[in-house]
């Protein structure tokens, strides 16, 4: 798993032209702890993954998950809809991706809204 962190986190820095120093600058860790990881003497830990999910602009969950914290997602349902939404939100910029997820955010939250108002309006 480690190794998938790492080859990850390589793509990701590639994709943006960045270097590992840029990564330690910009996710205020150290470049010894960064090399660490490299190498598989440390693996990367609950706060190493924040600060990379704040530098690279991802949810802290997915990585989390890119650097096997937390268990894989279910399998979503094969609605096409929700197929088609994943596709598109992972081929956005990480700003833009953020400001996509805070806006399926607000939807989320309006709908539990709506819906904890119909169920007491029935009671």
Known sequence: M??????????????RGWSRADLARRAHVSQSTLSLIWSGERAPGPDFC???????????????????????????????????????LSSLPPEERQEALEYIQFKARKARRRQQSAFEFER
């Open 50 to 88: 924040r600060a990379v999910a704040r530098a690279l602009g991802y949810p802290q969950e997915y990585v989390f998950r890119k650097a096997g914290l937390l268990d894989d997602l279910p399998p979503p349902d094969h609605d096409p809809e929700i197929q088609l939404a994943l596709r598109l």
């Open 2 to 15: 480690k190794k998938y962190f790492t080859e990850w986190l390589d793509t990701e820095l590639k994709q």
